[in-house]
């Protein structure tokens, strides 16, 4: 695990869109495709922005990029906060990338347990892993929230202790919502791990995460350090503000 620290957002981006097709070059030659799961929230845009740039799209060969998710909250595609929604408009539509290539959690299913196990399964068939294993994906990009939550692995919460499922849906009391979610155990599993945390609202709990007494049902983060992968958490100055 290593931190790399960049002058602001942008340089940021640039950095993750460098370390995309890095992955995406590696794992195309060796395997044949490249499976990334995306993360949701504000961070990514400017990652999309990059890769879909005339400077960073010649360098992937999409048609072998498979395109999976960390987390999804419970709403339908087309609502402003779904995590495939931003993505679809930032990134999958602007490449032009072919639907069965595109591999969405169903946020809008009125049963989300069942929706996760569904999901869990399409990881396994994409990734070729056995189910009762977890899903070995090429890259996973996360962001990391002010509370050190991690896709939607948030503080105290269920899913935080779940060792034998892959994709589940999880309760999170202080914002009165269910999400969608990979598990630990799938994060560890992966070959690469791409965390990009941006802003000084994120200082104080980059610091705790990353040198802090480890209480990880407290700083979910913590925990990325367990990963038998790369893990590379890339932080702005104002992120980085609070290390040493």
Known sequence: ???????????????????????????IEERGQFVVALSGGSTPRALHACLVSDEW????????????????????????????????????????????????MRGEAADLAAAAADYAAELARVTGT????PPVLDLILLGMGPDAHTASLFP??????????WVVANRVPVLDMTR?????????????????????????????????PRDPDRFPAQRLADAGGTVIWLADEAAHAGLA
């Open 1 to 27: 695990m290593r931190i790399e620290r960049v002058a602001d957002s942008a340089a940021a981006a640039a950095r993750g869109a460098a370390l995309f097709a890095a992955c995406a070059a590696r794992a």
């Open 57 to 104: 799209r010649p360098r992937v060969d999409w048609p072998y990029v498979e395109f999976c998710w960390g987390d999804e909250r419970a709403v339908p595609p087309d609502d402003p906060q779904s995590n495939f929604g931003m993505a679809r408009d930032t990134l999958l539509e602007p490449l032009e990338i072919a639907g069965e290539r595109i591999h969405r």
């Open 130 to 133: 056995p189910a009762q294993a």
């Open 156 to 165: 105290e919460t269920a899913a935080l202790q779940v060792s034998d499922r």
């Open 180 to 212: 969608l979610t990979i598990t630990f155990p799938v994060i560890h599993a992966a070959r690469s791990v791409v965390v990009l945390v941006s802003g000084a609202e994120k200082a104080s709990a980059l610091s705790t995460v990353l040198t802090g």
